[in-house]
């Protein structure tokens, strides 16, 4: 396997594998990364699809990528973000018709929505009970903080092993808007890997001058689910891909000889009933290894989501193949001992009447029944106790929706706070009390709180390892893609090794996906590199500008001595391309 870049390498098909029509793969679990490998295996690998097993805990497909309809209402567990430069994610989404129209990609539908529909957020932060920050477009960064942003930056990924986010920086940065906006967009905890912060600020730097109107972010026409889930399934569907549901995997048997490795056998458990599938290295296995939403529970509006939950058959199955080899992780470290301050809780909050329109309408400057996107991702509620999250995408964001539904989806990254005017914490909070709370935030009159809540359906769902991506790692922790001398086993989802790429996004799950079925069947095309933008200098120029809440060099607060060294400098590169360079940057 080997990356790359450019169209050359984008628009080429690979020739077919030798033996390809005589290997099988089987694929634990049936989230992105396992329904992308899939179509990696048909497409690129060129396996047939009858030869391709999915074998799923649950009674139906998607993992993590949800969205449904239930018995309980309409029920979203959180939104993926997405940007122009999700490489192997728009490579295979490419090749997936819509449901709607066959000649229509998911890509192409995608593409010409927001095109139509471009995101921009009209306002990012609030508080005060609606009111906008008042700072709100500025990162107000100290010039200590983008010290210590750049620092963090320059640092090995070896020297930052276990090292957390408030070990690396003051308490100037954690003041700043930028961390707020950083942290609500992402989902990040001061205590949360300084690792995985580095990979983030080098990955999205080219992000920096829209982190406060969220521009850069692309959503779909529905949720998730409905919008790349189901494509896929109908894709593998229609080629003979056989799914296997309420199925649990409890290990894989792993052989050692010769100094490789090779999965032997796959212990599952279907409907009650203990089976074995016996393997043959001509048998490939790709295991999506742990889970955000594994142990998931539900409330509804006079109800609390219960706490109480197993560890589940995801971390189990980690745990069981780590045991039998030390290069397949170290789980514990991911789903153990999460800090208590931490996100484990969301709400679907269902309206059926426009009580709540206007106070939306105001602050986002949008009417959320326009088909317009709303809320362009996270609108974050500074002054809650709760560090309370606001994401309202396109309605309908359900193709079954009524005309008349508003749904809002609501998150708290603050889990051991009690609320401003629900005075408990979200975790103890019915999906009413929840409900209650962003109300109030956002400027209900506290007389009309009780009655618009208890009209609205909500329903809260606790995700007790919904931060565990985040959790401070060293080399090692996750397992790689293909570990060392594997023969048939790979490892794909965001618990898996890959290079320079950031977990909690869409991108990870499908560039494991594409590692793992070009590694195991030799594909020989490049997979997509992650995108270069922290190698290219106008990027990093444009980022020092915006860091700097639009300064010019001239413009920044330097010491005497810095000063002269800039004057020194910019006389050298006076009438050079660099200089160009820092005028279209206006850092000149």
């Given at each position: ?550 300064k010019s060099l001239a413009e920044l607060p330097l010491n005497p001595v810095e000063k002269a060294g800039l004057a020194a400098a910019m006389k ?17």
């Amino acid at each position: 396997m080997y990356y790359s870049n450019g169209n050359y390498e984008a628009f080429a098909k690979p020739q077919k594998p030798a033996g390809v029509d005589h290997k099988s793969a089987y694929l634990v679990g049936s989230g992105l990364a396992s329904l992308a490998a899939a179509v990696f295996l048909i497409r690129d690998g060129q396996m047939p699809g009858k030869n391709i097993h999915v074998l799923e805990e649950l009674s139906l497909p998607g993992g993590s990528m949800d969205g449904i309809l239930n018995e309980r209402g309409y029920i979203i567990r959180g939104g993926r973000e997405m940007e122009p430069h999700f490489e192997t994610l728009w490579d295979l989404f490419r090749s997936i018709p819509t449901l709607e129209n066959p000649d229509v990609s998911v890509l192409d539908e995608f593409y010409w929505l927001n095109k139509k529909d471009p995101s921009k957020s009209a306002c990012r932060v609030i508080e005060n009970r609606g009111q906008r920050l008042s700072t709100d477009g500025k990162l107000t960064l100290s010039k200590e903080a983008i010290e210590e942003i750049l620092k963090l930056v320059m640092t090995p990924e070896s020297d930052l092993a276990n090292v957390k986010i408030n070990d690396v920086f003051g308490p100037e940065f954690f003041k700043s808007n930028f961390w707020l906006y950083w942290s609500t967009m992402f989902a990040f905890e001061p205590w949360a890997s300084a690792m995985e912060m580095r990979r983030y600020l080098m990955r999205f730097v080219h992000h920096v001058a829209t982190l406060q109107d969220m521009s850069a972010l692309k959503f779909t026409k529905y949720n998730q689910y409905e919008s790349l889930v189901k494509p896929m399934i109908k894709y593998l569907e229609d080629r003979g891909v056989s799914f296997q549901f309420d199925t649990t995997v409890n290990n894989i048997q792993l052989d050692h000889e010769n100094g490789g490795l090779t999965a032997t056998a796959i212990e599952e458990t279907v409907a009650g009933e203990d089976k074995t599938i016996d393997l043959t290295p001509d048998d490939l296995v790709f295991v999506t290894n742990g889970s955000i939403t594994e142990s998931t529970t539900y409330g509804d509006n006079d109800h609390p989501a219960p706490i109480e939950h197993e560890v589940g058959p995801a971390w189990t199955l980690w745990e069981n193949l780590a045991k039998q080899d030390a290069a397949l992780g170290r789980p514990s470290k991911f789903y153990r001992n999460i800090p208590n301050a931490n996100w484990v809780m969301s709400a679907t909050c269902t309206f059926s009447d426009d009580r709540v329109v206007p106070y939306i309408q105001k602050i986002t400057g949008k009417d959320p029944h326009s088909g317009s996107i709303v809320t362009s991702g996270p609108l974050t509620i500074r002054d809650s106790n709760w560090l309370l999250g606001i994401s309202i995408s396109r309605q309908p964001h359900f193709a079954a929706q009524k005309p008349n539904e508003l749904i809002v989806w609501l998150y708290a990254l603050f889990s051991d706070q009690p609320g401003n005017f629900v005075h408990k914490r979200v975790t103890e909070c019915t999906g009413k009390e929840i409900c209650e709370e962003f109300l109030y935030h956002i400027g209900v009159p506290t007389d009309e709180i009780e009655s618009i809540a208890s009209d609205a359906n909500s329903i809260p769902q606790h995700m007790p390892y919904v931060t565990s991506y985040f959790m401070p790692r060293e080399a090692g922790d996750r397992p790689l893609v293909v570990p060392k001398g594997s023969v048939n086993l790979a490892f794909i989802g965001n618990f898996a090794e890959t290079e320079r790429d950031t977990v909690f996004t869409t991108e990870y799950s499908v560039r494991t996906a594409m590692e793992a079925v070009y590694q195991l069947l030799d594909v020989d095309r490049g997979v997509p590199e992650v995108f270069d933008s922290s190698f290219d200098v106008r990027v990093l120029m444009r980022a020092v500008y915006y860091l700097n809440d639009h300064k010019s060099l001239a413009e920044l607060p330097l010491n005497p001595v810095e000063k002269a060294g800039l004057a020194a400098a910019m006389k050298k590169l006076h009438g050079t391309y660099i200089e160009e360079l820092l005028h279209d940057a206006k850092l000149v």
